[in-house]
């Protein structure tokens, strides 16, 4: 089976500063540098075909590039408990028409559609069952700012469980350029 998700790859310009805001937050499981990505779909555990037939889909999207920034934290939380600090990303709107695209292409083969509200964002942190006190880090941070930044391709990712945390692996590159 391959967990996979379809993400962006930001710049190494734009993940070093966030790399470099990350910490005191107590409990926080922070990403690496490999690891921060701006999702577009996740799509879940799929067999080999499935997945090659996923990979060849993706292929049919057609967008025009479009320039974004790093804008703003936030958190999630799963029933009042903080479990994800994350970089907000704008405009949302050709992330979303993408978003859509990805979605539908994936609901054309199958696979359920995405049901949760997109909000496109670069996740930072990662916290246990008992959440996390992250006031002061939302504060200290909100006013998060980055230059633009020119989305012109996206990727398909396999996520591997490990030891330590999850490591992604592009599958597949879609679009005239490559992220570094």
Known sequence: MHRLFVAIRPPASHRAPLLALMGGVAGARWQRDDQLHLTLRFIGEVD?????????????????????????????????VIDTLWAGVQPRDPLASLHRKVDRA????????????????????????TGALVDPFLATHAALTSPPFTIDSFALFESRLGHNGASYHIVEDYGPGSPA
């Open 48 to 80: 080999r075909h499935r997945a090659t037939d996923i990979a060849d889909t993706l292929r049919t999207i057609r967008f025009a590039p479009f320039d974004v920034s790093v804008s703003g934290v936030g958190a999630f939380d799963r029933r009042g």
């Open 106 to 129: 994936c609901v054309a083969l199958g696979l359920p559609p995405e049901e949760r509200a997109y909000l496109p964002h670069i996740t930072l942190a990662r916290f246990g069952r």
